[in-house]
């Protein structure tokens, strides 16, 4: 069975400040990982993710994240971050032998103060 | 383009009432999928197609039905409402599983509150 942990319910960062979200993961093959933002009242939307490759996967908004893979971690950075990247932030998991069945971590609320 | 289209917005039930919610892709996905958000819990899926006329179980598929009679179309049935299926509901696609294709994408989502 495939898992994610997103251990921080609410990241408080200040505008221009490096942002973090922390996400760990536990699969029984190669993992196939993903980052969505949802912004209020609106769906989810992808960041990027990770398949095979460079550990340092870049996206959309300027966020980046790094696959770690002896420490089963998938975490979003940004290095400066805005006011506008207030939302929630989802980690997502997929076994490449489980079929098309994503798993969603909680989420993790980020706020941005100016 | 709009991509992924959910009907209704919100819908108030009462328990024991019936409904369909719709769901609506004009990129062509193959696959489609219906899931429930609540808080803390992220979202889980509740039945997922990977084509039309098939559909699947996913995580939480009690109390709900599914139909994929049209490519483009996924539908939700809720054929007697519990206050258990009060949540925000999910309609997501994409073009398959592959490298390149598996990308889910979102609908705005649908508020059900179960009376």
């Known amino acids: 069975a495939q898992s994610v942990a997103q251990p921080e319910d609410q990241v408080n960062v200040a505008e221009g400040n490096p942002l973090t979200v922390k996400c760990t993961y536990s699969?029984?093959?190669?993992?196939?990982l993903f980052w969505y933002v949802q912004y209020p009242n609106r769906g989810l939307q992808f960041l990027l993710k990770?398949?095979?490759?460079?550990?340092l996967v870049k996206g959309s908004y300027g966020f980046e994240a790094e696959f770690n893979k002896s420490q089963t971690s998938f975490h979003l950075k940004k290095p400066s971050a805005l006011v506008s990247d207030s939302a929630l932030y989802f980690c997502?998991?997929?076994?490449?032998?489980?079929?098309?069945?994503?798993?969603f971590g909680g989420g993790t609320r980020v706020l941005v103060k100016p | 383009n709009a991509g992924v289209t959910q009907t209704p917005k919100f819908r108030v039930l009462k328990t024991g009432q019936s409904m369909t919610l719709l769901c609506a892709q004009d990129?062509?996905?193959?696959?489609m999928y219906w899931y429930r958000q609540d808080p803390g819990m992220g979202l889980r899926l509740i039945h997922y197609?990977?084509?039309?006329?098939?559909?699947a179980k996913g995580e939480v598929p009690d109390g709900y039905n599914v139909s994929r009679l049209k490519k483009q179309n996924f539908l939700l049935g809720l054929e007697s409402a519990a206050p258990s299926q009060t949540s925000v509901y999910f309609c997501?696609?994409?073009?398959?599983?592959?490298?390149?294709?598996?990308?889910?994408?979102f609908g705005a989502g649908t508020r059900l509150s179960v009376l």
């Open positions: 699969v029984s093959g190669n993992p196939y």
């Open positions: 997501a696609s994409s073009y398959g599983v592959a490298e390149g294709k598996n990308i889910q994408y």
């Open positions: 997502a998991v997929r076994d490449d032998a489980a079929g098309n069945k994503l798993t």
């Open positions: 197609s990977v084509g039309e006329g098939t559909t």
């Open positions: 990770y398949i095979t490759g460079d550990n």
């Open positions: 990129m062509n996905h193959e696959y």
